[in-house]
T-cell receptor, first 117, second 114 residues
Framework: DAMVIQNPRYQVTQFGKPVTLSCSQT?????MYWYQQKSSQAPKLLFH???????NEADTPDNFQSRRPNTSFCFLDIRSPGLGDAAMYLC????????????????FGPGTRLTVL | AQSVTQLDSHVSVSEGTPVLLRCNYS??????LFWYVQHPNKGLQLLLK??????LVKGINGFEAEFKKSETSFHLTKPSAHMSDAAEYFC????????????FGRGTSLIVHP
């Protein structure tokens, strides 16, 4: 029944060592989002895809990249993780209404908790 | 432009008493409004949403919220708190008019005492 799947659930990496987080969905949704959530804070949008169109938030560091090779999968690459990148990373999807309204519900994965040593 | 203000960072209630989590919003367009719940180390789960239909919206687990345009509010309520309701709650506004980017409130931590 899992609709948005994130792997791994927990990731430990070393300072400066590249890491990739993955997200897959079984909903066939057009829009996929990556959020960073630090302790006791709201999720912060890093970027999103509408289909293959990539949209980067203005304040997302260059250290963060993303790939969406097909509808079902989306990856978050952190090229050189710093201590400040330790956080929960949430993937979400939404249908992406062609009429352009935003009544769509976002469906979230369980998150990947990243620890940087 | 749009924004969301969750008026309380923490709300503490006793089990069996009513819950009120407050949310005010601003939006240039007719918004869609959502409440999500997040339990520790879990993703966010939709509780309910308002999309310009009935102003009183019923959600899962006994929660409901009322959209009040004149007050630009979308407060979340539950008649009787349960221990399992202890979690973080996020109010989210999403504009109509072509944007897929919702705006999150800072969250309200609900604490339920036995």
């Amino acid at each position: 029944d899992a609709m948005v799947i994130q792997n791994p659930r927990y990731q430990v990496t070393q300072f400066g060592k590249p890491v990739t987080l993955s997200c897959s969905q079984t909903l066939n949704h057009n829009v996929m989002y990556w959020y960073q959530q630090k302790s006791s804070q709201a999720p912060k949008l890093l970027f999103h895809y509408y289909d293959k169109d990539f949209n980067n938030e203005a304040d997302t560091p260059d250290n963060f990249q993303s790939r969406r090779p097909n509808t079902s999968f989306c990856f978050l690459d952190i090229r050189s993780p710093g201590l400040g990148d330790a956080a929960m990373y949430l993937c979400a999807t939404s249908r992406g209404n062609q009429a352009g309204t935003s009544t769509d519900t976002q469906y979230f994965g369980p998150g990947t908790r990243l620890t940087v040593l | 432009a749009q924004s969301v203000t969750q008026l309380d960072s923490h709300v503490s209630v006793s089990e069996g008493t009513p819950v009120l989590l407050r949310c005010n919003y601003s939006s240039s367009y007719s918004p869609s409004l959502f409440w999500y719940v997040q339990h520790p180390n879990k993703g966010l789960q939709l509780l309910l949403k308002y999309t310009s239909a009935a102003t009183l919206v019923k959600g899962i687990n006994g929660f409901e919220a009322e959209f009040k345009k004149s007050e630009t509010s979308f407060h979340l309520t539950k008649p009787s708190a349960h221990m399992s309701d202890a979690a973080e709650y996020f109010c989210v506004v999403s504009p109509s008019g072509g944007s897929y980017i919702p705006t999150f409130g800072r969250g309200t931590s609900l604490i339920v005492h036995p």
